[in-house]
């Protein structure tokens, strides 16, 4: 499994496919999340790991036995799982494995006396250009995406209170504590699972990270308004950007992905939205988009990327992206952003987003879109947060205030970049 995912699969659909009920391993819900954290464990260390075999060959077999037994897991959350799993992984062990695991774990407690890409397990490339693109940051970054992402919720706000939902999910025995800058997030105490809730059956909770619901705020959606998502995807911000709306207006949720747009449809049911449009595209440039140009007050361009600021979530994407893929998405990003751009009205808002954190994909894309584009007008992230009213010390742009930034070492979200225009 390990090694289909590092070969390029997606780690869900890894997971998905080994421990399906038909399996031979049929383990119970709480051994499948084990082996979840598990195989994600051995993703974020892959590079650690293979340094402290070397020059033994690092097979997908070892890289879980020291997951079981010797690498740190952030939180203590190796504690429940090597109760049960390390005495069995013992037992089968033979005389000279024992030896290698000491060795290694040896090895491993010295790691921090080895370059940086390898203690936080990263590729040099992506070390040497994030270092490039951002010099200020430390080692506190690169810490924290060793680290598993918090279960963030955002409240649906047309249906329920964020106290009323928080004192809901206490009474089924989930603790929460009100996210820092989003005013409808949560975040939970500890994973857990949520989907027989009935608070998340009626459509009053969704999962979605505090970063996504900021950027889905940027948007400035409101009552009877027509709005874009023009990479709706699943629909996270699809659900968000309708809340915001109070289920009035207009709301298009468009995406090239059929696939992903229909995990969509029973989202927008349990959530009561009736104004959504769900329109799967041909192409960025489908010629059924003539006919909203120039006619919406809000377009949404939350484009494909690589997805890098997700690598709390998604570890695999360390060793799947390369700096091609990189090149290749902001120039797929720019186009996108063009087209989207022709469906502004004058005055309307676009905001272009990236859940990256290399400027080759965000910055560069903005300023490009700036020197081709001069009849868009750009706006200040900050301006726009401080009509959210969000602190003005959250850290929430770059130093000049006008592009949006989350950091998952400063603010415990995903790794999110916006760029605000305003259609002269």
């Not at 020059?55 to 049960?84: E, M, N, S």
């Not at 192409?283 to 990327?305: F, Q, T």
Request: aromatic share 6%; with cysteine; net charge neutral.
């Amino acid at each position: 499994m390990v090694q289909a995912i590092l070969d390029g699969q997606s780690a869900d659909q890894a997971l998905s496919e080994a421990t399906l009920a038909k399996s031979p391993m049929r383990l119970s819900s709480q051994d499948r999340a084990a082996l979840g954290d598990c195989v994600f464990q051995v993703l974020r260390h892959w590079r650690l790991t293979q340094a402290a075999v070397a020059p033994d060959a690092l097979t997908t077999q070892v890289a879980v036995d020291l997951q079981v037994l010797v690498t740190p897991w952030p939180d203590g959350q190796d504690k429940a799982f090597r109760a049960r799993w390390a005495p069995w992984v013992q037992a089968r062990l033979q005389p000279q494995d024992k030896e290698r695991m000491h060795l290694y774990a040896q090895r491993l407690k010295a790691s921090n006396a080895w370059p940086m890409a390898v203690q936080y397990s990263v590729p040099d490339w992506l070390m040497q250009q994030t270092q490039a693109d951002h010099p200020d940051l430390d080692q506190a970054f690169w810490s924290a995406l060793m680290d598993r992402a918090p279960v963030d919720l955002r409240v649906n706000i047309g249906q329920c209170k964020r106290t009323q939902a928080q004192q809901a999910l206490a009474d089924s025995g989930v603790q929460s504590q009100p996210t820092p800058y989003s005013s409808w997030g949560l975040r939970l105490t500890q994973p857990t699972g949520l989907t027989q809730l009935p608070l998340f059956q009626q459509g009053h909770i969704e999962i979605q990270d505090e970063a996504s619901q900021l950027l889905a705020a940027l948007v400035g959606a409101r009552r009877g308004q027509i709005v874009v998502d023009f990479c709706a995807g699943a629909g996270g911000k699809t659900l968000a950007l309708g809340a915001m709306m109070r289920g009035t207006g207009q709301l298009y949720a468009m995406d090239v992905s059929a696939a992903r747009l229909s995990a969509m449809r029973p989202r927008l049911e349990r959530a009561g939205l009736k104004q959504v449009s769900v329109l799967g595209l041909q192409s960025h440039h489908d010629p059924r988009l003539a006919r909203l140009k120039g006619k919406a007050d809000a377009v949404l361009v939350d484009a494909p990327c690589s997805g890098l600021g997700t690598l709390r979530r998604a570890p695999e994407l360390k060793w799947q992206v390369q700096p091609e893929d990189v090149t290749r998405h902001a120039q797929l990003q720019f186009d996108i952003l063009s087209s989207a751009a022709q469906l502004v009205k004058p005055g309307g808002r676009l905001v272009y987003a990236t859940c990256s954190f290399l400027r080759e994909e965000d910055e560069a894309v903005a300023l490009a879109f700036d020197q081709l584009h001069p009849a868009w007008e750009p706006v200040m992230a900050k301006d726009v947060l401080d009509e959210l009213k969000c602190d003005p010390q959250s850290g929430l742009t770059d130093a000049s205030g006008r592009w949006f930034r989350t950091w998952p070492h400063r603010h415990k979200t995903d790794a999110f970049f916006a760029s605000i225009w305003t259609a002269r």
